[in-house]
């Protein structure tokens, strides 16, 4: 692949994640990772401790599976809509044979009444392979600035 | 008493509790002064968290900001973080390690044992301006809390009339403490919630074991808490604190799908993760138990579900919201596996728990129906009424009744004083 097709295809790859997220379809947003992938939501305040626990983080995509399993049979959370604005995409460089990439988010939630708050703002800093020519997170962490979590930590960032 | 807040607890045995107490500012006011600054021990922090001299954290006392730190002798203090001078914010880092406090305001200097120790251009200039003659720096001390620990928990009191720390906890609550930090612990992080609802109803949340099994949908289907397990519910003598207990694996199917039966998607027998490690619970203990809730009044719950160890500090902040701060904790000797494995289970609970995520939105669902019902009351009868003692069961909520039987003699509310109108 060139160059423009590979930044191409991570930028797609960073704007289909949240827009599967934001019309809920979250079964085939699973698509999106390897199946050794590591999704995590770290607290900004433990990061710059060098304090390793997460706010959330699945370390397979099985565990990944399990969290989209528990929200849609188990858990009891605030109704409401997702809305992700994500900043430019980063290309930081080659690692590990993927992309290190990192980009900005902020992600809003509406309510029933259609009130909408902040609920989140960080960085994601990624690591995206590529397999026959399709992009995936091997690594996807969202880093929020925002670990003052408002009401409860639902769907996923 | 300042305004004393008319309020109706028509229960002797606080089976009825008035909405108006989530709701009311005059009580929250009062409860700032009559609660958080009584003879209450309120959690401030752990040890492992100061473990050298210099080190600090900032934590609050209801919705008092204070400083933790350990002094170059070792001693723990805490005070109000509030310089004497004009007010100020003192201490504006959530943790670090210093020599002494300096305001940022006017550069006014403490000790670490809180003692003013310097105030810049004490004499003005050229004689002119300056401190008066008679300032005496020495009569100058951060307002301190008294500090007392047990087996590396810090706790604070603002009241002099507080009885010893080991008393107020109670053997029972003693037990509970020895156990949960029987060695060395080592601090993994923290989680910060922010709740929509009063900081009792969070309280009422922890000692309600009632609920846990009927709530929590991920806790009845996967068996780490089942109403058919065997636990129950301890109260120290004078029914403040509440140590909500079971163990796993102590029921059968029968009671299980007929206790169950009727709900709507509690209990899912068939259910089932593909990935099943963060359900597993490695013994640590020479006892079955496999959970712990331990509520101590005022402000902290001490966790223990299966290998997933943290406190849970309850911070007020107004009538209709509150922090929940949550540190997490390992033992000092777990290897790098057993860490992983409490970071896995870390995933339970916390905002973003698949047991407990649910917490959150219960409290801000209740203080969102009561606010204009604050003449009726909620009704807390599960498990029986009359005497608040140890309960055998874990459908039974007597734990709340025993909260605020403790919680009406501090704020001095009158009770049984009307007929139940509901
Ligand atoms: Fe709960």
Redesign the pocket.
Same mark, same amino acid.
């Given at each position: 692949m060139s160059d423009a097709e590979v930044r191409d295809a991570i930028n797609d790859l960073m704007a289909d994640y949240c827009h599967y997220i934001d019309d809920d379809r979250l079964e085939e947003w699973l698509d999106f990772f390897t199946e050794d992938c590591e999704y995590k939501i770290l607290s900004r305040e433990n990061e710059e401790s060098d304090l390793p626990l997460e706010l959330l983080s699945c370390r397979n995509k099985n565990m990944l599976r399990d969290r989209i399993l528990s929200l849609r049979e188990a858990n009891i959370y605030n109704i409401h809509f997702d809305k992700h604005v994500l900043g430019a995409v980063r290309i930081l460089g080659k690692e590990n044979g993927g992309y290190r990439v990192q980009a900005n988010y902020s992600l809003y939630q509406s309510n029933q009444d259609g009130v909408s708050e902040l609920f989140s703002v960080g960085t994601y800093r990624d690591l995206i392979t590529f397999a026959a020519g399709k992009p995936q997170f091997k690594q996807k962490i969202a880093v929020a600035d925002t670990f003052g979590i408002p009401r409860l930590l639902s769907t996923p960032i | 008493m300042r305004n004393q807040p008319s309020i109706s607890w028509p229960a002797s045995d606080f089976s009825r509790i008035p909405f108006a107490a989530y709701c009311d500012p005059a009580v929250y006011e009062e409860e700032q002064e009559r609660i958080f600054r009584g003879p209450t021990w309120n959690y401030l922090a752990l040890e492992a968290e100061l473990p050298d001299e210099g080190d600090f954290l900032s934590t609050k006392v209801g919705e008092t900001p204070v400083v933790v730190c350990r002094d170059s002798d070792g001693v723990l203090h805490a005070f109000v973080n509030r310089c004497m001078h004009r007010g100020m914010l003192l201490c504006r880092e959530r943790q670090g390690n210093s020599e002494n406090f300096i305001c940022p305001y006017h550069q006014w200097t403490y000790d670490l044992t809180g003692q003013l120790r310097a105030v810049p251009f004490p004499r003005g200039v050229n004689g002119e301006g300056g401190l008066p003659e008679d300032f005496d720096r020495g009569k100058i001390h951060l307002q301190e809390l008294k500090v007392e620990k047990f087996k590396g928990v810090i706790f604070g009191t603002f009241s002099d009339a507080t009885e010893p720390l080991i008393d107020y906890l109670g053997p029972e609550v003693v037990y509970e403490i020895e156990r949960l930090f029987h060695k060395p612990i080592r601090i993994l992080g923290y989680q910060r919630q922010r709740i929509f609802g009063n900081w009792k109803l969070y309280n009422d949340?922890?000692r309600d074991p009632n @609920?846990?099994g009927l709530? @929590?949908m991920f806790h009845a289907t996967f068996g780490l808490y089942r109403l058919s397990q065997k636990g129950g519910a301890k109260l120290d003598a004078r029914g403040r604190h509440n140590i909500t207990w079971n163990s796993l694996g102590t029921d059968d199917e029968k009671t299980t799908s007929e206790g169950y039966e009727g709900t709507k998607k509690v209990y899912k027998p068939k259910f089932s993760l593909n990935d099943m490690s963060i359900l597993q619970n490695r013994t640590e203990h020479p006892d079955d138990v496999t959970l712990v809730i331990l509520s101590v009044f005022p402000n902290v719950v001490f966790q223990q579900i299966a290998n997933s160890l943290c406190t849970r500090q309850i911070r007020s902040e107004g009538t209709d919201r509150m922090e929940l701060y949550w540190t997490y904790y390992g033992y000092a000797d777990d290897d790098e596996e057993m860490t992983r494995h409490r970071l896995d289970q870390a995933n339970l609970v916390g905002p973003g728990g698949l047991?407990?995520m649910?917490?959150g939105e219960?409290v801000e669902l209740v203080q969102v129906a009561i606010q204009r019902e604050q003449d009726k009351h909620a009704m807390v009868e599960i498990g029986g009424t009359g005497k608040i003692e140890t309960q055998k069961s874990l459908v039974t909520e007597v734990p709340i009744r025993g909260f605020y039987s403790y919680y009406c003699e501090l704020m001095g509310f009158p009770t049984g004083t009307e007929a139940a109108a509901e």
């Open positions: - | 949340n922890v @609920h846990g709530l @929590h047991i407990s649910e917490d219960a």
